[in-house]
């Protein structure tokens, strides 16, 4: 499962576009003075990307080459996957960088961002990391270490269908492992009286038939928000991407909400990554 290759789409082009914008207009901002500026790739992948756009199939840089190639440079990338082959293709990526500060590291994103944010005193140290997971695998409890860490601004690919979709219309159709997914990923259990109610036409040989949920997209996708921005002190509203169409003109189901969020808590340090990242994502 976690060796598989899946083909991107316009979406993959826009969020990559939107990080390499920051990344090198966050370098720039600070590089006039002294942090150590550190590139956190969670989710890293193999370094290129493999696109379908109409009926076209391109291979594109992916977000740790990316963060590479950015000018000015960061002075430490931190690459985490768990997948072999794709770790063999970030080794082979690092070799092509020999005067770069790379660290590929194999294991498990929530863990190992874990471990990241507590090997810094953050104190001359500012960091991007990119949140780009296949499903809902971010846990509330790594969001909290990094928002905790006040350095690190954060780009999140939110699994918007995938979220959706396991909110199922009937909670009936919600198994455990379901709900201890939504709950993982928000970090509460809230979710569940504010998205469902008691149905209203009751099934006929049953007037006790639960909940559906009267929630809808949106106002689930604006739970998320309220909840990132109990912990980060600035997060601007989502970029939504859709499955096909290009940014201006998109078609189809939405699939992601392309998410900004700065954890320093000085107004200076996030106003001024909140411009940033805003002028990004208006030019989409
Ligand atoms: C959407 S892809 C990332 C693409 C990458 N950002 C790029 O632009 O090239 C998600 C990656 O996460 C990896 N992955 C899945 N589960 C993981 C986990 N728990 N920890 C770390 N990596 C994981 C997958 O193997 C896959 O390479």
């Not at 000015?72 to 768990?82: A, D, S």
């Not at 036409?201 to 109990?230: T, Y």
């Not at 954890?263 to 990004?280: E, F, H, Q």
């Amino acid at each position: 499962m976690d060796d598989e290759h899946l083909f991107g789409g316009v979406w993959t082009r826009t969020k990559l576009d939107a990080l390499e914008k920051y990344l090198a207009a966050f370098n720039t901002a600070l590089s006039k003075q002294n942090f150590k500026r550190i590139y956190i790739d969670a989710f890293a992948g193999s370094g290129w990307c493999d696109i379908t756009e109409g009926s076209q199939k391109t291979r594109i840089d992916g977000s740790a080459r990316r963060a590479l190639n950015v000018s000015p440079p960061f002075n430490t990338h931190y690459l985490i996957e768990l997948a072999q082959k794709k770790l063999a293709a970030l080794r082979a990526m690092k070799a092509e960088y020999p005067g770069k500060s790379i660290e590929i590291i194999h294991g498990d994103a929530n863990i190992e961002l874990k471990r990241l944010c507590k090997k810094y005193s953050w104190h001359d140290e500012r960091a991007v990391l990119f949140l780009d997971p296949y499903g809902m695998k971010v846990e509330w409890e790594t969001l909290k270490a990094v928002a905790g860490t006040h350095a690190i601004d954060v780009w999140y690919l939110f699994p918007y269908s995938a979220y959706y979709r396991q909110a199922a219309k009937d909670a009936n159709a919600m198994d455990s492992g379901k709900q201890e997914a939504i709950t993982r990923l928000l970090g509460t259990e809230e979710w569940r009286q504010v998205f469902y109610v008691p149905k209203r036409q009751p099934d006929l040989f049953d007037a006790n038939s639960g909940d559906e949920r009267e929630a809808g997209h949106s106002e689930m996708l604006d739970f998320v928000s309220g909840r990132l921005r109990e912990i980060f002190p600035a997060v601007l509203e989502p970029k939504i991407l859709y499955q096909g169409g290009d940014s201006r003109n998109p078609h189809g189901a939405p699939l992601f909400a392309l998410y900004f969020a700065a954890s320093n808590p000085k107004p200076a340090a996030y106003k001024l990554a909140k411009k940033i990242a805003k002028d990004v994502l208006d030019a989409l």
